[in-house]
Nanobody, 116 residues
Framework: QVQLVESGGGLVQPGGSLRLSCVAS????????LNWFRQAPGKEREWVAR????????TYADSIKGRFTISRDNAQKTVYLQMTSLIADDTAVYYC?????????WGQGTQVTVSS
C-alpha cells in the first residue's frame, strides 16, 4: 500500500522557520522524483519544489527561491522541505508528491499558517 505522510506543519510567526517531512512507504522511493506543492484557501494548487531521484538536482518556484530548501534521505524514505523567512503568503496546505513514469502519488497534506 502506497503511503506518503506529511508532518511538521503548524502556526509560525512571520520571519520564522518550519521543516516539513514526508515519509513514504509502499514503493521504491529512491527511483522517484519528489515534489512539494501547496494550496492556499481559494487558490489552485501550486508547485513549490522538486528534487530528482538521487538528489542531484533541485528546482524551485520563484516565489520561494532562496527561502525554502528541498532535500531527501533515501535510506529513511523521507523528503523534507526546510522553510525559512516565512511570510503570510506561505500560508497553505503543503503536499508531498512522488512521481515516476505513470506513477503519481500524493500525501494528505499538512497545514502551515504564518501569522502574528
Amino acid at each position: 500500500q502506497v503511503q506518503l505522510v506529511e508532518s511538521g506543519g503548524g502556526l509560525v510567526q512571520p520571519g520564522g522557520s518550519l521543516r516539513l517531512s514526508c515519509v513514504a512507504s509502499g514503493f521504491t522511493f529512491r527511483l522517484y522524483a519528489l515534489n512539494w506543492f501547496r494550496q492556499a484557501p481559494g487558490k489552485e494548487r501550486e508547485w513549490v519544489a522538486r528534487i530528482s531521484p538521487f538528489g542531484g538536482t533541485e528546482t524551485y518556484a520563484d516565489s520561494i527561491k532562496g527561502r525554502f530548501t528541498i532535500s531527501r534521505d533515501n535510506a529513511q524514505k523521507t523528503v523534507y522541505l526546510q522553510m525559512t523567512s516565512l511570510i503570510a503568503d506561505d500560508t497553505a496546505v503543503y503536499y508531498c508528491n512522488a512521481v515516476s513514469g505513470v506513477d503519481d502519488f500524493w500525501g494528505q497534506g499538512t497545514q502551515v499558517t504564518v501569522s502574528s
